[in-house]
């Protein structure tokens, strides 16, 4: 089978890539590196035509209100340009629970993205997946302050990225779902410990302070955990940190 795998030089894209080579596929990443630009739609035609799958990992260079539109046109160039090449599957990765948290611009895009899917003209597939292990030090970046960082303690379902590769892997060499496949970790943590174990492991002195207003996860109020149909991956936190 062939696919293109759009965004396939960045965190998850590349494992894909690796993952689907070593199951007997041949997959193609592209990206800005390699002459594709999904908003201007150069280079767009050219890495779908006559491929079977279109695996979108694309990502919005910001998370406010300008992911919208950075969604939406990339979704209608890279579905027009997947009609004309004859596509049979289109898989997008999303997020868990992302039609929940209305309160973030980033959120309200990546549901704009399964919409503007789901209507389209190609068969498609969207994998879910929580919050990524990998994002655990950035999402702390956003409010250290000297000796200190500031957390809520909003239930998170970290999931390493090398899992939500294989997954996406999988999804896109199947059938189209016509719907979504959730995925995510194997355990539940409030934020604000998930930070204290990371600092703990690493023997970094600073301490966790948890403060309900702190940081993007403080704004989401709705579920972002998986429901009991979800595929759980089986790399706990720890063990990704070991």
């Not at 009991?228 to 940190?241: C, D, F, I, Q, S």
Request: aromatic residues 6%; without cysteine; proline residues 6%.
């Amino acid at each position: 089978m062939k696919l293109a795998v759009i965004g396939g030089t960045g965190l998850i894209g590349a494992r894909v890539v690796k993952d689907l080579d070593a199951a007997g596929h041949e997959a193609v990443p592209h990206g800005k590196s390699t002459g594709i630009d999904v908003v201007s739609g150069q280079g767009v035609d050219e890495a779908v035509a006559g491929v079977d799958v279109v695996v979108n990992l694309t990502n919005s260079p910001t998370f406010d209100e300008a992911s919208l539109a950075f969604f939406r046109t990339s979704m209608d160039n890279l579905l027009a340009a997947a009609q004309r090449g004859g596509v049979r599957h289109f898989v997008v990765l999303s997020i868990v629970g992302v039609d929940q948290v209305p309160e973030l611009d980033y959120y309200r895009a990546k549901a704009l993205q399964e919409e503007i899917l789901k209507s389209g003209p190609i068969p498609y597939s969207i994998v879910r997946a929580t919050q990524f292990m990998e994002f655990v030090d950035a999402v702390m970046s956003w409010t250290a302050e000297g000796e200190t960082v500031r957390l809520p303690a909003t239930p998170i379902q970290p999931i390493a990225a090398k899992d939500v590769a294989a997954a996406v892997a999988e999804v896109a060499v199947g059938e189209p779902l016509m719907g979504v496949r959730n995925v995510g970790g194997p355990e539940i943590l409030p934020l604000d410990e998930l930070g204290r174990i990371t600092l703990s492991h690493r023997a970094d002195g600073r301490t966790v302070v948890t403060d309900p207003t702190a940081g993007m996860f403080a704004a989401v109020r709705g579920d972002v955990l998986t429901d009991p149909n979800a595929r759980l991956a089986p790399t706990r936190y720890t063990e990704w940190l070991d």
